[in-house]
């Protein structure tokens, strides 16, 4: 079983067999007399917790995948127990136990408490350890993104089980519910890649897009017969600072006998918060890393501008410097979404205002004309995840060696990134 995507062995739980029913009756009940752990538990292992999106797509999407197998317990409260380390900081914890509904177990105490104590899982689901989103997969889409729609449910049961109303349903098209003369809402997200000039470059195609919508909106006509480009409103955002409200200044008084806040279930949280931005997103724009690990939570519909970095890191404008997309996968393992990227043979000149104008009005375009959804995932890939897809459609004993995650490979291999390999950048030393 393999319980953890970055550790390549396999484990194998120790088993007593017992001749019949009835010893084994005996035992449960009059030699060992368990402590019984009711429900559904789900176990994972990660590391990295503290970063958000190898929490939420590297550790607990890959242990839904495996409980979406087992249906209808994808869709009830689960527990989970997570091999994780100690954290101080790691509010991925609470989304970990607020999206199972049942609480968090960390398998560190639990090793601990079984030393003297007999502890019986009513159910329990491990071995997940492929399906996490650097699993690079043959079609280089989120694994069971698509296959099991496991992305689209994800998405759901996160808002479900924050609170948070669910983002609108469109089921064939990404004009349903929506009329050439809205204001689309696009969210440019802040991005470390970013280098100073790529800033400047940004703020000026924010104001080129918000301007033209504030001059159409200032006029007394309201005639869209006139519109050359969809309104937009542009918003730069960093995530760290949205917070959720403060109610700091209301009294509850808890019982001795609380497990936990009375005020739990009522109050938003950071995250809460983020979500309600999300789901009022029509347009996503940002670069590699953890501001693509959103994406998933995006309405139907919407578009994900990728937007880019270079690699190798601060290579920009260079003989050496080529295109990176990174976590393409994410994107075309997302199909009621729409993905469009920064041209690559022009981001290694660094982001420049034009382009980011033209990404900005194609996406726009593209929702009120109307997309077609589901999206063809091969559609939502950059032309290099094009290329890779078709290559290990070609090689299949290149494919094997990249994405099979056993413990007889050469793991660099498995940590291949898609524009390495179609730029022929350390894979091949």
């Given at each position: ?137 043959p079609s280089f889409q989120l694994p069971a993104g698509v296959e099991l729609d496991a992305s689209r449910l994800f998405r759901?049961r996160m808002y479900q089980q924050h609170g948070v109303l669910y983002p609108v349903v469109r089921q064939k098209s990404s ?145 050496r410097a080529y295109s990176s997309y990174l976590e393409q996968q994410m994107t075309s393992g997302t199909p009621y979404i ?92």
């Amino acid at each position: 079983v393999r319980t953890d995507a970055f550790v390549p062995s396999h484990i194998t739980p120790n088993k007593r067999v017992f001749d019949t029913y009835s010893d084994l009756e005996k035992f449960v009940r009059t030699v060992i007399d368990p402590r019984v752990i009711p429900s559904v538990t789900v176990h994972f292992g990660q590391p990295w917790h503290d970063n958000i999106g190898h929490a939420l797509f590297d550790g607990l999407y890959p242990a839904y995948v495996a409980l979406i197998r087992f249906p209808p317990r994808h869709l009830q409260p689960f527990r989970i127990l997570a091999a994780i380390a100690d954290c101080n900081v790691c509010w991925s914890e609470d989304i970990y136990s607020r999206f199972g509904g049942l609480g968090l177990l960390r398998l560190s105490v639990l090793n601990k408490m079984s030393k003297s104590n007999w502890f019986m899982f009513e159910e329990l689901i491990m071995g997940s350890g492929t399906f996490c989103q650097r699993c690079t997969q043959p079609s280089f889409q989120l694994p069971a993104g698509v296959e099991l729609d496991a992305s689209r449910l994800f998405r759901d049961r996160m808002y479900q089980q924050h609170g948070v109303l669910y983002p609108v349903v469109r089921q064939k098209s990404s004009s349903e519910g929506r009329n050439s003369s809205d204001v689309l809402q696009a969210y440019i997200i802040d991005n470390k890649r970013y280098t100073s000039e790529d800033r400047k470059e940004i703020d000026d195609a924010v104001s080129e897009i918000n301007n033209y919508t504030n001059s159409y909106l200032n006029k007394t006509t309201n005639s869209t017969a006139k519109l050359q480009w969809p309104l937009v409103r542009v918003t730069y955002l960093f995530y760290n600072q949205i917070k959720a409200r403060n109610f700091s200044n209301l009294q509850v008084n808890a019982t001795p006998y609380e497990s936990r806040s009375p005020t739990y279930e009522l109050f938003e949280n950071d995250f809460i918060a983020q979500l309600k931005l999300l789901r009022q997103m029509d347009i996503h724009i940002t670069g590699p890393g953890t501001g693509q690990m959103y994406q998933t939570f995006l309405s139907d519909g919407s578009v994900m501008i990728n937007i880019g970095g270079i690699r190798p890191w601060a290579a920009e404008k260079t003989e050496r410097a080529y295109s990176s997309y990174l976590e393409q996968q994410m994107t075309s393992g997302t199909p009621y979404i729409k993905g469009l990227f920064y041209p690559i043979n022009e981001r290694q000149k660094g982001i420049q205002k034009n382009e980011v104008v033209k990404l900005i009005r194609q996406a726009s375009q593209l929702i009120l004309e109307g997309f077609s959804l589901p999206v063809n995932p091969r559609d939502n890939l950059a032309p290099d995840g094009q290329l890779f897809v078709e290559m290990c459609e070609k090689d299949k004993e290149f494919c094997s060696m990249v994405t099979n995650r056993i413990s007889s490979k050469y793991y660099p291999c498995l940590d291949i990134w898609v524009e390495d390999f179609v730029h022929e950048h350390h894979q091949w030393q």
